[in-house]
């Protein structure tokens, strides 16, 4: 797993660093990295633009969001991890979430997938972003 291996400024207030892993991996590591930082949520159409753009830039086609589902049955109770709130703002891609693992419960955003939202095993490796708040 990368470690604070680029890190973005995009005004005077707010930062990213990106490192790649698991989506355990990647809250974790935003988590450690400071009190106030977080794995990126998208809770805007705006939110998804900017961080599909951080990521093309960073070299990857893929990211993890915050969200994650607790649950099973055909229920997908999908809420922010670090917060614990519902989802607001949701772009699922056709067909989706849809469970097709037990560990199907993570949230990956991916190129191949136009940039929409897929549920997938928590375990597989891709992008994570953790937005800070310089002023915090």
């Known amino acids: 797993m990368e470690r604070l291996d680029k890190r973005f400024c995009k005004n005077q207030t707010t930062c990213y660093i990106y490192g790649s ?12 990295l400071h009190p106030n930082a ?50 607001t703002f949701k772009r699922w891609r056709a067909n989706q979430p849809d469970q097709d693992s037990a560990a199907s419960n993570c949230v990956l955003v991916s190129k191949i997938e136009d940039w929409e939202w897929d549920d997938t095993d928590c375990s597989l490796e891709a992008m994570y972003m953790c937005s800070l708040n310089k002023m915090a």
């Open 21 to 32: 892993g698991t989506w355990q991996e990647g809250l974790k590591f935003c988590d450690a």
């Open 38 to 87: 977080i794995m990126i949520q998208e809770q805007s159409e705006d939110e998804g633009k900017q961080h599909k753009h951080e990521s093309v830039g960073a070299g990857y086609v893929a990211y993890w969001i915050a969200a994650i589902c607790e649950g099973s049955g055909g229920l997908y109770d999908f809420y922010w991890a670090q917060s614990k709130r519902q989802l």
